[in-house]
């Protein structure tokens, strides 16, 4: 297979990674591994000063599935707690991923923090990456088990995020970001109590702030044969870079609950929820990341006159509580087309860690299975029925669909949705 067959092999992506890196592949060159420093510049950053922190990503060719940021983690809580931990034992205090293209948003995903975290907690997935700190995960950088020291808070400890559930920066391509326009990736602080759990003393206030801040990426060289196949192709048509994304819609739970997620589009994928107590970062027993039943009786999606699945999913008892699971294990591994469902353990699912999920993508993995029938821009309604739920529970749903981001000549850019 040549150069541009490569290329063209398949319109909605740009280049596939694995095609470039085979034993007998001449294309790259030289492979660097580049640290960026934000340009929010390299100060302390915190929830309550600088809460944005971005980067321009170089203007070279990027291999976005080696891409992780690094940081410091550092307590500075006032008051004397006699222990401090990482909320849920999550390494993310990261609650909003925003990506721009040219000035246009290509991804946007609130309560990133949120969704990752259901990732580890119902897979134990630790995808391990190498870096500068040695080979270590998003998650469980300290004993494999997660948990900081109070200590080891205070003095402030480096901590490596991989995102996942990402649809550009966790993908197997890489991008010809030297024929794109400026690149710029936003990451925003979440609130104190949702990262740091204070428990005893005298008048505990979470209080953190990041230092030594990085994304580190590999930029890639490709030989002149290769460049110039490329810049011809591109002269030829558009290409088109396929990426799948997230949204989300937050919403407190009353007895009977009808929540507006988003909307029809042609390449719906999946939806999640996970319920959270929002008075859990205070309490010394529970955390921001306890995702619980809250008197859950039962869900179901609408569509119009469409019903998915056709009978509400009954989760009140154990037998009732399979079915549940059985959907959610199958819509966790439609995330990036993987096996991460396989993986969600039994035991403890409707007690220890609820989520629901519920599949909405055909067998093509393009276009939505939903009937064709609906009309674009329909609204999705997920109804809940709870008895005596929680106070302060909220709904925290994510609705999982395919981007289009298509590249022309002339270092243009648009974003298809």
């Known amino acids: 297979m040549n150069v541009m067959e490569m290329l063209l ?6 280049t596939y990674k694995s095609g470039y890196e085979a034993p007998t592949s001449s294309y790259i060159v030289r492979r660097n591994k580049t640290r960026v420093v934000p340009l929010t510049g390299s100060s302390n950053y915190t929830p309550t000063s600088t809460r944005r922190i971005s980067w321009r990503l170089p203007s070279e060719w990027s291999d976005m599935n080696d891409l992780f940021f690094t940081f410091k983690l550092r307590n500075t809580s006032t008051g004397t707690p006699t222990d401090v931990e990482l909320q849920g034992g999550s390494h993310i205090p990261f609650q909003r991923l925003r990506i721009t ?21 119902t897979t134990g997935n630790d995808d391990l990456v190498n870096c500068p700190l040695g080979k270590v995960s998003g998650y469980t950088t300290k ?54 759990k204070l428990t005893g003393g005298t008048a505990p206030v979470s209080q953190y702030e990041l230092s030594d801040v990085h994304l580190n990426i590999d930029t890639v060289e490709y030989d002149s044969d290769f460049v110039q196949a490329f810049e011809s192709s591109l002269n030829n048509s558009p290409l088109n870079y396929y990426f799948t994304t997230f949204s989300n819609f937050n919403q407190t739970i009353t007895g009977n609950t009808d929540m507006t997620i988003g909307s029809f589009r042609t390449d719906l994928k999946s939806i999640f929820g996970v319920i959270r107590n929002a008075t859990n970062n205070a309490s010394p027993t529970a955390s921001s990341y306890d995702f619980i039943k ?7 999606l609408s569509l119009g006159s469409l019903r998915i699945p056709n009978e509400p999913v009954q989760c009140v008892d154990d037998n009732q509580l399979a079915r549940s699971l059985t959907y959610f294990t199958q819509t966790l591994s439609n995330i990036r087309d993987n096996s991460l469902g396989m993986n969600v353990p039994y035991d403890g699912y409707g007690n220890n860690m609820f989520a629901i999920g519920l599949d909405l993508e055909s067998d093509d993995a393009q276009l939505s299975g939903l009937s064709s029938t609906i009309t674009f821009g329909a609204p999705l309604l997920l109804s809940l029925t709870a008895s005596n739920p929680v106070a302060s529970s909220i709904m925290n749903t994510f609705v999982h669909y395919g981007s289009i981001l298509t590249l022309s000549s002339n270092r243009s850019c648009s974003v298809t949705f």
Request: charged content about 20%.
């Open 9 to 14: 092999n398949n319109q909605k992506t740009i």
């Open 101 to 121: 293209i040219g000035g246009v948003v290509a991804e946007d995903i609130n309560n990133i923090n949120v969704l990752e975290q259901l990732i580890h907690k």
């Open 143 to 196: 004993d494999g088990t997660g948990k900081l020291s109070q200590a080891e808070l205070d003095a402030g400890y480096e901590l490596v995020w991989k995102p996942k559930v990402s649809g550009i920066l966790s993908n197997d391509k890489i991008l010809p970001l030297p024929y794109m326009p400026e690149c710029v990736i936003e990451l925003y602080l979440d609130d104190s109590v949702n990262v740091l």
């Open 294 to 300: 809250s008197g859950l009786q039962q869900y179901q």
